[in-house]
């Protein structure tokens, strides 16, 4: 099973940047597409972005897309998402984890302990 850790997150003003992290060991991180998740308090947890596992394809939600870029450095172990324009809405505990390609949904059953990102408007 791959152990994640997620890491970047802070405290940004609205239209503000910030580049996520998230570090995998314990299991073969290059064979599975990835993605980043967030859960905002009093909601459900939300797919956010997925990268297949070469890092060529990605695919991102409708609330981020053209503003969030995920990508990954397999011989890091390692996948990022570099957030712009950040807006209040954007406030979450952002996580990631393996995806089912192209379908929002995560593949494995654990989580790490996310990264806060908080935008102040």
């Known amino acids: 099973q791959v152990q994640l850790v997620e890491s970047g997150g802070g405290l940004v003003q609205t239209g503000g940047s910030l580049r996520l992290s998230c570090a995998a060991s314990?299991?073969?991180?290059?064979?599975?597409?990835m993605g980043w998740f967030r859960q905002a308090p009093g909601k459900e947890r939300e797919f956010v972005a997925g990268?297949?596992?070469?890092?060529?394809?990605?695919y991102y939600s409708d609330s981020v897309k053209g503003r969030f870029a995920i990508s990954r450095d397999n011989a890091k172990n390692t996948v990022y998402l570099q957030m712009n324009s950040l807006k209040p809405e954007d406030t979450a505990v952002y996580y990631c984890?393996?995806?089912?390609?192209?379908?929002?949904?995560?593949?494995?059953?654990?989580w790490g302990q996310g990264t806060q990102v908080t935008v102040s408007s």
């Open positions: 984890n393996a995806v089912n390609w192209n379908t929002p949904t995560s593949r494995f059953d654990s």
């Open positions: 314990g299991g073969t991180f290059s064979r599975y597409p």
């Open positions: 990268i297949s596992s070469t890092g060529v394809a990605t």
